[in-house]
């Protein structure tokens, strides 16, 4: 069986102000620590993206600057 269509992708503002609204007082440290490295993983790996899109751009725009 397949997975029923979802619809769109939320947003990106969508789904921060979802994480930033979640209730941390329920939390146990153990959680909290888990959280914390969660987000520095999902922090590191947007970092790799941007630089690598940041190379992309750049190589793009050397090969197709007027000369």
């Known amino acids: 069986m397949t997975e029923p269509?979802?619809?769109?992708?939320?947003?990106?503002?969508?789904?921060?102000?979802e994480l930033a609204r979640q209730d941390l007082d329920r939390l146990s440290v153990e959680e909290l620590d888990a959280r914390i490295?969660?987000?520095?993983?999902?922090?590191?790996r947007t970092r790799a993206r941007r630089e690598a899109a940041a190379r992309f751009r750049a190589a793009?725009?050397?090969l197709f600057r007027p000369r």
Do not use: H, S
């Open 5 to 17: 269509d979802e619809g769109p992708p939320r947003r990106t503002a969508d789904l921060l102000a």
């Open 37 to 44: 490295a969660a987000l520095e993983a999902e922090i590191a």
């Open 60 to 62: 793009a725009e050397g």
